[in-house]
């Protein structure tokens, strides 16, 4: 039996304050932030990732954003581009429709944490994840 076919997962992170959080937040909120974070998930020659239009797709860094802050390594997985495409569609259905998007709760990020850990059953790290409830908490 052959083993199995092992593709990349990355995490693309991009600071969408482009630096100004970390010089401002200690003045605006009293706490030092060190980026907004958007991210996006990296699988099978593609970038996948969520907003206010639903889940979207393009060639690695051909967002808006250009090229990613930096990126994560995240794992791999056994999950084919078909079965990934087709757990995909079901989300885009009914956990991240476009009108499910929510700034503080329901974004990006949490979209790149749930499509990491079907795909390699890690997390994406935390300091993107808790982001929100630290600015909510200033």
């Known amino acids: 039996m052959e083993p199995p ?3 990349p997962v990355k995490l693309y ?3 969408l304050s ?3 959080a970390r010089r401002l937040s200690p003045i605006m909120l009293g706490k030092q932030l060190e980026g907004i974070w958007h991210t996006s998930i990296v699988v099978h020659k ?3 990732f969520f ?3 639903g889940i979207s797709s393009c060639p690695p860094g051909g967002t808006l954003l ?8 995240v794992g791999s997985t056994e999950v084919t581009e078909e079965i990934f495409l087709e ?3 079901s989300l885009g259905e009914s956990l991240f429709r476009g009108e499910a998007y929510n700034l503080f709760e329901h974004n990006c990020n949490t979209f790149s944490n749930e499509v990491a850990q079907f795909l390699t059953g890690r997390k ?3 300091y993107i994840t808790d982001l929100p409830s630290e600015v909510l908490s200033t």
């Open 5 to 7: 076919n092992l593709y």
């Open 13 to 15: 992170v991009y600071d």
């Open 18 to 20: 482009k630096g100004l």
């Open 46 to 48: 593609d970038e996948f």
């Open 51 to 53: 907003g206010s239009g």
């Open 66 to 73: 250009g090229p990613p802050d930096s990126v994560v390594d």
């Open 87 to 89: 757990y995909l569609s």
């Open 124 to 126: 994406i790290p935390s």
